[in-house]
C-alpha cells in the first residue's frame, strides 16, 4: 500500500513570490492534515481536511491556506512568502477524522531567499 | 495551555541500554497521547499511543508509562540498538469532534545510541 506521497520534496522561492504545495493521502484515508516542522518551534499544526472541508485551522497568518479535492489529494498554499517561512512541510492522512493516528509523508523541504 | 513539554532535548545512551523520555501536559482534556520517530529526511511515524485510561503500554522493546495524576508520560527504549538513534516526538490529541487528529507536539529528543 503506497504511503502519502507529497511533491515537490524541495524548492526554493524568494521572498514575496508564492508556492503550492501538493499531497496524495494513503488510499482510502479522507482526512488530511498539515503540518510546519522547524528547527526553533518545532512540528506545528497547520490545518485538517475532511470531506473537503477545513475541519481545524492552527495559529498561522491567513497567508497560509489549503483545500482538499473530493478524491482526498490536498494543496496547501502560501502566498507572499517571508524568509521565517522556511521550512519542511509535512503532510499527514488517517482513515478518519478525530484520531491522532496519522501517517506522515517525508514532507516538502521549502527554502525562502 | 495546550503546550506539551518534553525532556531531554537529546540523549546519548550505549547499545543495551534503556533509554526514557519524558513529557508533561497541562490541559486534562488530552485524551490520546502518541510517540512518533522521526529518521532524518523522514516524515514522523507513529510508534506507540496510549489513553488516559491505561498505566502503561508495551510494543515490542517500546514502553510508555501514563501518570494521569502527575499529568506525564515517558517512552521507554528496552535493550536499545544503533537503529533506534532518531528523533523521539511525544504528542497529545483532545479526542473530541471538534479537534479533530490535531495533534500537540513536544519539542523533540534527539536519541543517539551507540554501539
Known amino acids: 500500500k503506497a504511503g502519502v506521497t507529497q511533491t515537490p520534496r524541495y524548492l526554493i522561492k524568494t521572498r514575496g513570490q508564492q508556492v503550492t504545495l501538493s499531497c496524495s493521502p494513503i488510499s482510502g484515508h479522507r482526512s488530511v492534515s498539515w503540518y510546519q516542522q522547524t528547527p526553533g518551534q518545532g512540528l506545528q499544526f497547520l490545518f485538517e481536511y475532511f470531506s473537503e472541508t477545513q475541519r481545524n485551522k492552527g495559529n498561522f497568518p491567513g497567508r497560509f491556506s489549503g483545500r482538499q479535492f473530493s478524491n482526498s489529494r490536498s494543496e496547501m498554499n502560501v502566498s507572499t512568502l517571508e524568509l521565517g517561512d522556511s521550512a519542511l512541510y509535512l503532510c499527514?492522512?488517517?482513515?478518519?477524522?478525530?484520531?491522532?493516528?496519522?501517517?506522515f509523508g517525508e514532507g516538502s523541504r521549502l527554502t525562502v531567499l | 495551555q495546550q503546550q506539551v513539554k518534553q525532556s531531554p532535548q537529546s540523549l546519548i545512551v550505549q547499545k543495551g541500554g534503556i533509554p526514557i523520555i519524558n513529557c508533561a501536559y497541562e490541559?486534562?482534556?488530552?485524551?490520546?497521547f502518541p510517540w512518533y520517530q522521526q529518521f532524518p529526511g523522514k516524515g514522523p511515524a507513529l510508534l506507540i499511543a496510549?489513553?488516559?485510561?491505561?498505566s502503561e503500554k508495551k510494543e515490542g522493546r517500546f514502553t510508555i508509562s501514563f501518570n494521569k495524576s502527575a499529568k506525564q508520560f515517558s517512552l521507554h527504549i528496552m535493550d536499545s540498538q544503533p537503529g533506534d538513534s532518531a528523533t523521539y516526538f511525544c504528542?497529545?490529541?483532545?479526542?473530541?469532534?471538534?479537534?479533530?487528529?490535531?495533534?500537540?507536539f513536544g519539542e523533540g529528543t534527539q536519541l543517539t545510541v551507540n554501539p
Open positions: 499527514a492522512s488517517s482513515l478518519l477524522y478525530n484520531t491522532g493516528e496519522l501517517f
Open positions: 504528542a497529545a490529541s483532545f479526542g473530541e469532534e471538534t479537534s479533530g487528529s490535531r495533534l500537540t
Open positions: 490541559n486534562t482534556a488530552f485524551d490520546y
Open positions: 496510549i489513553r488516559p485510561d491505561v
